[in-house]
Antibody, heavy 112, light 108 residues
Framework: EVQLVESGGGLVQPGRSLRLSCAASGFTFEDYAMHWVRQAPGKGLEWVSGISWTNGNIGYADSVKGRFTISRDNAKSSLFLQMNSLRTEDTAFYYC?????WGQGTLVTVSS | EIVLTQSPATLSLSPGERATLSCRASQSVSSYLAWYQQRPGQAPRLLIYDASNRATGIPARFSGSGSGTDFTLTISSLEPEDFAVYYCQQRSDWPPLTFGGGTKVEIK
């Protein structure tokens, strides 16, 4: 069974950092580009960042560029998102996704 | 950036009826289009990938068609659990991956 399980969310103050992780199983992780997508409460889906299977293509939404860093460890079938200088508008559910599956999400709340 | 436009914004139908949802891309995405269902309080669920392929465990009443710029998600006979919001998403050209604004299928 294909599974993506996110972790690392929580309550954090503005300006602080958080690192999200996504553990993949049930498929050949290194064969797929991986993405982070977020959804603020009551809003639509917003792509945050993506990384190709070779790390050759990495991209960020303008809203997080310079603050967030995506990375992957193919040997451990894991995806990461380092989030620095967090803002209140970064509050959302964060989902790990590829073209075949989505995780259940982890909630990030940025508030003082 | 490829813009995806979904229509209608809201679809009011009764259980057992056929639902037809549209997604139009601002430029060709070939067949690299997916459809997701999101029920209230739940994560998005992949229904269709690469325009017409049902994801694992998705009932046969869900079907996708189209290529290039025009795509359709059809639910042949609505079940009570199908009333939800549906999103399309392209992966043809990223960054960025882009999503449509969603179609809400509500009970008439």
């Amino acid at each position: 069974e294909v599974q993506l399980v996110e972790s690392g969310g929580g309550l954090v103050q503005p300006g602080r950092s958080l690192r999200l992780s996504c553990a993949a199983s049930g498929f050949t992780f290194e064969d797929y580009a991986m993405h982070w997508v977020r959804q603020a409460p009551g809003k639509g889906l917003e792509w945050v960042s993506g990384i190709s299977w070779t790390n050759g293509n990495i991209g960020y939404a303008d809203s997080v560029k310079g603050r967030f860093t995506i990375s992957r460890d193919n040997a451990k079938s894991s995806l990461f998102l380092q989030m620095n200088s967090l803002r209140t508008e970064d509050t959302a559910f964060y989902y790990c996704a590829n073209s075949r599956a989505w995780g259940q999400g982890t909630l990030v709340t940025v508030s003082s | 950036e490829i813009v995806l436009t979904q229509s209608p914004a809201t679809l009011s139908l009764s259980p057992g009826e056929r639902a037809t949802l549209s997604c139009r891309a601002s430029q060709s995405v070939s067949s690299y289009l997916a459809w997701y269902q999101q029920r209230p309080g739940q994560a998005p669920r992949l229904l269709i990938y690469d325009a017409s392929n049902r994801a694992t465990g998705i009932p046969a009443r869900f079907s996708g068609s189209g290529s290039g710029t025009d795509f359709t998600l059809t639910i042949s006979s609505l079940e009570p659990e199908d009333f939800a919001v549906y999103y399309c998403q392209q992966r043809s050209d990223w960054p960025p991956l882009t999503f449509g604004g969603g179609t809400k299928v509500e009970i008439k």
